[in-house]
Nanobody, 128 residues
Framework: QVQPVESGGGLVQAGGSLRLSCAAS????????IGWFRQAPGKEREFVARITWNGDSTYYADSVKGRFTISRDNAKNTVYLQMNRLKPEDTAVYYC?????????????????????WGQGTQVTVSS
């Protein structure tokens, strides 16, 4: 079993940067694909980024492409989300989640129902 724990959230001005971390216990963490999602008040949870177990494939929502970078260090059981050029619309609770299935046919990016384990979230607030 894998228990993800997010950290690194906070308050930042528009145009600034934050790096979120998703750390997990369990020897099998490195076998999981990890996704980042976010949920703003009154909105549904939405996909942000995803990385496969060895980092050979990464995926991004159009809204963050070119500004956010997902990476992982399996030796540290940690996945990172580097967020640059932040905008007020990036304000949300950010969640990481683990998916035991790394690859989907047609290079499909799965929605949140595919993920097996979820963290509790970390708040990111971007002021204008």
């Amino acid at each position: 079993q894998v228990q993800p724990v997010e950290s690194g959230g906070g308050l930042v001005q528009a145009g600034g940067s934050l790096r979120l971390s998703c750390a997990a216990s369990g020897r099998t963490f490195s076998a999981y694909a990890i996704g980042w999602f976010r949920q703003a008040p009154g909105k549904e949870r939405e996909f942000v980024a995803r990385i496969t177990w060895n980092g050979d494939s990464t995926y991004y929502a159009d809204s963050v492409k070119g500004r956010f970078t997902i990476s992982r260090d399996n030796a540290k059981n940690t996945v990172y989300l580097q967020m640059n050029r932040l905008k007020p619309e990036d304000t949300a609770v950010y969640y990481c989640a683990a998916d035991r299935r790394n690859y989907y046919s047609g290079d499909l990016v799965p929605d949140n129902s595919a993920y097996d384990y979820w963290g509790q979230g970390t708040q990111v607030t971007v002021s204008s």
